[in-house]
Every structure is written in C-alpha cells, then in structure tokens.
C-alpha cells in the first residue's frame, strides 16, 4: 500500500514524540511492504513564529490532500500572553473544521501491566479496560442556536440549545458501529431520553442505524448511569457513542480511570477528508527537550491510523503488541516509572518497541 501522510508535529515534546512515532511506523512501512511518504507541515505555536498564522493556509491544503494526518501537540507558556484570535489552539480547532471531522474516537485502554496507575481498586479492573468512546465533535449544545445571555424581565438569563438532526447522528452511528465491527462488536449508546427530546431522536436513529449492522449488540445508558458505570463497572464496555457534550465529559473520565495520560491515542474523523490521529496528552513544556517525553500515545495513534484509516488490521495490532511486550519486559519512561522497572529516554523506549514488532 502507498499513502501520503500529512505531519504537523507542533510544539513543546510534540517535534520528540512525532520523531519517534515515525521511526515505528517506518520498520512497520519495512516489515509489510508499505510506502508511506511524508510532508511536514506547521501548526500551533510554530507556525505563529514561523508565518503569523496558527493555521497557514498551506497547512490546510496539504491535510486535504493526505490520506492521513499525524499530530503531535500544540500551545506552550511563550504564547500564552498573544492575541486570542491567533492562539496555537486556534489552529487545532481550525484544521478540525477545515478537514469536517465530526466524530472523535477515544480509546480508553488500561494495559495490565500499568495497573498500578489507575485509579480503579483491583478487583474493578481485574478484567482490564478496554473501551473507546465515539463522541459527536461538532453538534450538539456547544453548537446550537440560539444560544446566548440577555435580560428578560428584568434578570440576566443564559441558554444554549441541544440540537440533533437525523443527518448527525446517522454519520455518528455509523463511525461508532464500523468501529465496534474491529473490536468486540458492542455499542452503548449513551444519551439522557428520559428527559430531552433531542435525546429520543437520537435514541430513534440509533436503533434504525444498527439493523445495517446485525452483528453488534446495541445497548442504551442514560448518562448519568453511564457516568456511574464507567467507575464501577468499566469492562462491560466496547464502543460508547454519545453527543459532543455527554462525550466531552464521558472521554475524559474514561481517560483518567487509566492513570496514564501518555499512553492514550484518539482520532477524529470525517467523510470528506482524512481522519486526524494524534496523543489526547499536550505539548508538555515543562519536559520539552529534555528526552523525558513518553511516545507510546503517538506510537498507538499511529496503530489507530493504520486501522481507522487504511484497514491495515495486521498492521495496527503488530504495533500494539511491540507497546505491550515492552511494558511486559519492564521498559517505562518517567511518568509510568514504578519501582523495579528499567527507566527509558523517549529513543530508547521507542527502541525497545521497535526491535519488539
Ligand atoms: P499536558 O498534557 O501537556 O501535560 C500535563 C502533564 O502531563 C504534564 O506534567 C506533562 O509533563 C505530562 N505529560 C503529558 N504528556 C506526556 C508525555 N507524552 N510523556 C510524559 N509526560 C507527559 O497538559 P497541560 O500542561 O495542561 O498543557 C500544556 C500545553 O499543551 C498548553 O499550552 C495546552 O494548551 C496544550 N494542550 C494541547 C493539546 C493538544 O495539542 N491536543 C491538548 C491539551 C493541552
């Protein structure tokens, strides 16, 4: 296979984890009889220094055309004090839009080896964790108009409006079930139907949009159960698919249960252009150039590419295995160090991955 990858390393470890990143995916280009061409492009604090913009116009012409784009992390403390309009995240917001991604994939993975970070007692990850969530990234209440705060009658109101069409959910769902076909072939999902409208339309386009997909079991949470029983009860989860506010904070509380923010990769994906793979982590400035930076979130995101975006399932779960048996051989970096095990710089864990594909 020959793809065309567009990479925006971005700031702070984003330029370390990225380098790294790229050597796996090049034994892995080497191993399968894969070609993979690269274009570096900027974005994020970088490309302010570099061109004034966050976002160069040539950045978003470059992602339309890849069949994939890699990202590190954007923002650090020396462009805090800038102009708002021109921000580093602006430019992870802008290349989102520009790119159409609606849908943001999180997978929430404990591996056994590292269960002494989470933040789950024993016997509630016994049978560890292994969940994505599947969250509407560009509707919903953060979208929905009218929105805002005036004076009625004399006192300041404010509101926001959650609003669905079938169209959005029905592309959601459709990314939620294709994903749950590659993994354990179950959706929850995950919407408050007992009291919003918005939620029994989205209840209903679910249901027709899962008779397409026989094979995957389908079940429906109200999200404060959800909530709950992400904490008590995590393994009976496969794919959560829930709107952009519910997922906002569902895939953040499955994140932190795992303890390890550099281990977890995510996409966000679209219909028109290529999905986005990045680590859900920052820039981490304040262990930027110093080799300290973990690059196993970027390492699994470019595994989710290799299965997201190019089918490439042998692929993926080469490079999954290599990150597994480096944790089972007792290789860390600094933020996953515990007692007994062998401290790794960012190359040399990267190496140890490598000589494991
Ligand atoms: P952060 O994720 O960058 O760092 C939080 C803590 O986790 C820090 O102590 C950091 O050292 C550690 N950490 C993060 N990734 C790590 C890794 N791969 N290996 C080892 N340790 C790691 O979050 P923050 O400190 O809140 O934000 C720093 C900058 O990153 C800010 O400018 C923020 O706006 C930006 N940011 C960018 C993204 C993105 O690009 N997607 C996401 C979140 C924050």
Same mark, same amino acid.
């Given at each position: ?41 900027? %974005?994020g ?14 950045t ?13 992390a ?42 002494g ?33 005036e ?9 926001n ?11 959601i ?11 354990k ?20 386009? %679910? ?16 999200v404060d ?16 698919v ?55 979130a ?12 190019f ?7 080469? %490079? ?19 007692e ?18």
């Amino acid at each position: 296979m020959k793809k065309h990858l567009c990479i925006m390393a971005g700031d702070g470890i984003g330029p370390e984890i990225m380098s790294q990143g790229l050597r796996v995916l090049d034994k892995i280009a080497e191993k399968f009889g894969h070609e993979f061409t690269k274009e570096e492009v900027l %974005i994020g604090g970088i490309a302010i220094d570099k061109t004034g913009s966050p976002l160069p116009d040539a950045t978003v012409e470059a992602c339309k055309k890849a069949d994939a784009v890699l990202l590190g992390a954007v923002g650090g403390p020396q462009w805090d004090t800038i102009d708002p309009a021109i921000r580093p995240e602006k430019g992870l917001l802008g290349i989102r839009k520009a790119l159409g991604l609606f849908a943001n994939l999180r997978p929430a993975r404990l591996f056994p080896e590292l269960a002494g970070a989470c933040l789950l007692r024993p016997d509630i990850v016994k049978d560890g964790l292994d969940l994505m969530v599947v969250r509407e990234l560009t509707g919903g209440i953060y979208f929905g108009k009218p929105a805002g705060v005036e004076v009625r009658d004399g006192k300041r109101v404010g509101y926001n409006t959650m609003i669905y069409n079938e169209d959005e959910v029905r592309r959601i769902a459709h990314i939620a079930f294709k994903a749950a076909m590659k993994r354990k072939k179950k959706v929850c999902s995950v919407d408050k139907a007992n009291v919003l409208d918005v939620s029994r339309l989205w209840r209903e386009i %679910i249901l027709e949009v899962a008779k397409e997909y026989p094979e995957v079991e389908l079940s429906h949470l109200y999200v404060d159960n959800a909530a709950m029983q992400l904490v008590r009860d995590p393994s009976q989860f496969d794919v959560i698919v829930t709107s952009n506010l519910f997922g906002d904070i569902l895939s953040d509380e499955a994140s932190v249960i795992t303890g390890s923010i550099g281990m977890l990769a995510s996409a966000s994906l679209g219909n028109e252009y290529a999905g986005l793979y990045e680590p859900i982590h920052g820039s981490a400035p304040d262990i930027a150039g110093q080799g300290k930076a973990n690059p196993l979130a970027t390492i699994l995101s470019i595994a989710m590419m290799l299965l997201h975006e190019f089918d490439l399932e042998k692929e993926a779960l080469c %490079i999954e295995n290599a990150v597994r048996k480096t944790l089972q051989d007792g290789y860390r970096t600094g933020d996953i160090m515990e007692e007994g095990k062998i401290l790794c710089n960012t190359t040399e864990i990267t190496d140890r991955v490598i000589e494991r594909l």
